[in-house]
T-cell receptor, first 114, second 115 residues
Framework: QKEVEQNSGPLSVPEGAIASLNCTYSDRGSQSFFWYRQYSGKSPELIMFIYSNGDKEDGRFTAQLNKASQYVSLLIRDSQPSDSATYLCAVNGAGGTSYGKLTFGQGTILTVHP | DAGVIQSPRHEVTEMGQEVTLRCKPISGHNSLFWYRQTMMRGLELLIY????????DSGMPEDRFSAKMPNASFSTLKIQPSEPRDSAVYFC?????????????FGPGTRLLVL
């Protein structure tokens, strides 16, 4: 089992729709969860981070965390063509030498078509 | 404030040659990470430093890879000798582990092609 798994893509949604990206992780001790966006040929950039169970909203983006189910998701409302990118889920290590170390999922390619 | 700086941005070399990648972290950050990204394996952590000390190098593929951080503002990743399978994008990232937020900020990457 991979440490961080993301729903297989690619994901294609029409402009204006809600895009839902999902991620599961195996380390039950993980405390911090991150969503990065990576445009083709560019470096990953942080969209959101979440530490607590529940929802965290930032503009059109909502991150959801359920530690009991070891599940984190990212919802993008009113999707725009400019949201087309690869979305990477990252999970912080639980402790020891793993603290501060992020493990990334394989990424989900999102395409928003007009 | 300048972000993470990496050089060179592109490198083309021949198999067997030595390659040195350079990184300048964000000023004030005390942790630095080297990643490799390929289509097949995704984004993999190679090594990370905290306060210039290597903490975890379990991701370094083999002895051909080495990394140093002689001071808080500079790090190198060296591949000697290089092989075609080392072709990838190498990212450097930095973070401030002293804050509760461990967000990592990525540099623009170095695209390495080994012929």
């Amino acid at each position: 089992q991979k440490e961080v798994e993301q729903n297989s893509g690619p994901l294609s949604v029409p402009e204006g729709a809600i895009a839902s990206l999902n991620c599961t992780y195996s380390d039950r001790g993980s405390q911090s969860f991150f969503w990065y966006r990576q445009y083709s040929g560019k470096s990953p950039e942080l969209i959101m981070f979440i530490y607590s169970n529940g929802d965290k909203e930032d503009g059109r983006f909502t991150a959801q965390l359920n530690k009991a189910s070891q599940y984190v998701s990212l919802l993008i409302r009113d999707s725009q063509p400019s949201d087309s990118a690869t979305y990477l889920c990252a999970v912080n290590g639980a402790g020891g030498t793993s603290y501060g170390k992020l493990t990334f999922g394989q990424g989900t390619i999102l395409t928003v078509h007009p | 404030d300048a972000g993470v700086i990496q050089s060179p941005r592109h490198e083309v070399t021949e198999m067997g040659q030595e390659v040195t990648l350079r990184c300048k972290p964000i000023s004030g950050h005390n942790s630095l990470f080297w990643y490799r990204q390929t289509m097949m394996r995704g984004l993999e952590l190679l090594i990370y430093f905290n306060n210039n000390v290597p903490i975890d190098d379990s991701g370094m593929p083999e002895d051909r890879f080495s990394a140093k951080m002689p001071n808080a503002s500079f790090s190198t990743l060296k591949i000697q000798p290089s092989e075609p399978r080392d072709s990838a994008v190498y990212f450097c990232a930095s973070s401030d582990q002293r804050t509760a937020q461990e967000t990592q900020y990525f540099g623009p990457g170095t695209r390495l092609l080994v012929l």
